[in-house]
């Protein structure tokens, strides 16, 4: 089997509400979403998406999707799609780094893949549990008031994971995760997501003041170095999230103690097949997972959803899905849906669910 054509398209996926980072240094209305569709001559297509959290989030951004399967896709086109090794590495070879931009053509390898072999993608990659995990909800807001407002909305949806997004000012910050504390019900999960925001000493006044809540804490710090630095200085569990983007990156944090957590975001490390070596650093060290899509529609949560249906129940703690934020809907109510704050791993073979072509409007860009 060989791929014999690629073709990109790019939708706007507006959010439903505005969305803050980093007590409102960052806003984000609406996400660039890359859709590559990739045929091959046995009449088996496969579909892909990269959709990076807007330009500011971490270094990605949906116009360098696009130019990075320009470049990587006259390396790509004639190879069988079933060996996702050797597309990952000739994308590899095409292009060093960039890994973002590589987790479409990598996503749309595994969907073919698992459509020729009959099986969803999680059991082609050695079996997929079929127990339904929970969403975690994304509580972007800056005041006590406005976060139990978006986590009520959450709950109203079923949602009994949520990931609460704090940083920026610590007397705020202290006062959000108490009152977050002091409503959080019997079996929810609530992470708490600082996304860079703190220095090292913000982090350590903020961790030390919850020290008796026994809360998490996700990406403190800018830096790993920021995160080992205040390592032993505080009693917090640790989950690491956007300085996770390398194989190496793993290695280091499972290596030298940094994180309890891994929050593995398949566009930003480069797609399932780099994300999969990730997983099994963690379960190595002990590490539980989140994993999440970076951002995009119903397909990117479904990827990660088989990423996810991958690590045993035990260690796998939530899964997001972006969907629920969008105002549109590529797929038509297909795929993976919220059920009572869970999604359910699809039967079908590959990924489990198409875009609705019509929908994308014309192809930027055809590779053949
Ligand atoms: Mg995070």
Known sequence: MKITRISVFQVDLPLEHPYWLSAGRLKFEVLDATLVKVETDAGITGWGEGTPWGHTYVPAHGPGIRAGIQTMAPFVLGLDPRCVLEVERAMDLALP?????????????????????????????????????????????????????????????????????????????IARVRDVESIRRDGEIVLYDVNRG????????????????????????????????????????????????????????????????????LNRVGGLTKAARMRD????????????????????????????????DANCHAVWACQDMLTIDIAGGRGPRNIDGHLHLPEAPGLGVHPEEEALGDPVAVYS
């Open 281 to 312: 650093i963690a379960l190595a060290h002990g590490i539980d997972m989140f994993v999440m899509a970076t951002g995009g529609s119903v397909l990117a949560d479904t990827e990660a959803l088989h990423l996810a249906a991958t690590i045993p």
């Open 97 to 173: 780094g960039h890994l973002y931009t590589k987790s479409p053509i990598d996503m749309a390898c595994w969907d073919i893949a698992g459509q020729a072999a009959g099986l969803p993608i999680a059991d082609l990659m050695g079996g997929g549990s079929r127990t339904p995990r929970p969403i975690a909800s994304s509580v972007g807001a800056k005041t006590v008031e406005e976060t139990r407002e978006v986590m009520e909305r959450y709950r109203q949806r079923g949602y009994v994971a949520h990931s609460v997004k704090i940083g920026g000012d610590v007397a705020r910050d």
């Open 198 to 265: 703190w220095t090292r000493q913000q982090a350590l006044r903020v961790m030390r003041a919850c020290e008796d809540l026994n809360v998490m804490f996700e990406q403190p710090c800018e830096t790993l170095d920021d995160i080992a630095a205040i390592s032993g200085k505080h009693a917090a569990p640790v989950s690491v999230d956007e300085t996770l983007v390398t194989l190496q990156d793993a290695a280091r944090i499972a290596r030298d103690g940094l994180a309890e957590i891994f929050g593995i975001k």
